[in-house]
């Protein structure tokens, strides 16, 4: 992914959205978890947040073995193996999500009135649906933004897209205006 404002600054705010979700207990843990991971993800991700990216998030969950090696998809059904890519699907959005608070945040301590949506995915999709296209470019209120991207787990619920989205959009800050 491009985080264009993958700064140390945004890392900071990012950090204190982090921290917000673990002293408040409300940290997304997902299902995919193990008993290690849902012990040590709260650290690796505060890590990631501090100097990582979502691919070097993604690697530590993998080589510290933080995801159930199979899951039950429907209840009563044979385990099947987690898919190869869990870790990076979760790190792309947990991460991407705790960027975007971070530039929100960012802004608003700025006193800037709007973020800007963009592109973020590196890789091109073949038919991108018009509702993602669409946000391309849309300047955002920061502060509501920030308050729907800490009441949903998933970024493109939070920009009003549907989920199946995967949109790979994320935020900048355009800095004052």
Known sequence: MNLVDLDSATRACMRAEVEREIAAGTLYLSDR???AGLREYPSVLLEAM???TPASFAAAIRS???LNQAETAVKGS???VVSPVAADALAKGEFNRFYMRGVCARAIAAGVGSVEVYQAR???VEN???ES???IGRKLDPEALLNDLRSHRLVDRALGLP???HSGLSVWFPGPS
């Open 163 to 165: 989920v199946e989205a």
């Open 33 to 35: 978890l193990n008993s």
């Open 128 to 130: 991108p649906l018009p």
């Open 133 to 135: 296209e669409a946000m």
């Open 78 to 80: 044979p385990p099947e």
């Open 50 to 52: 501090d100097n990582g």
């Open 64 to 66: 510290r073995g933080l």
């Open 122 to 124: 590196l890789q091109r």
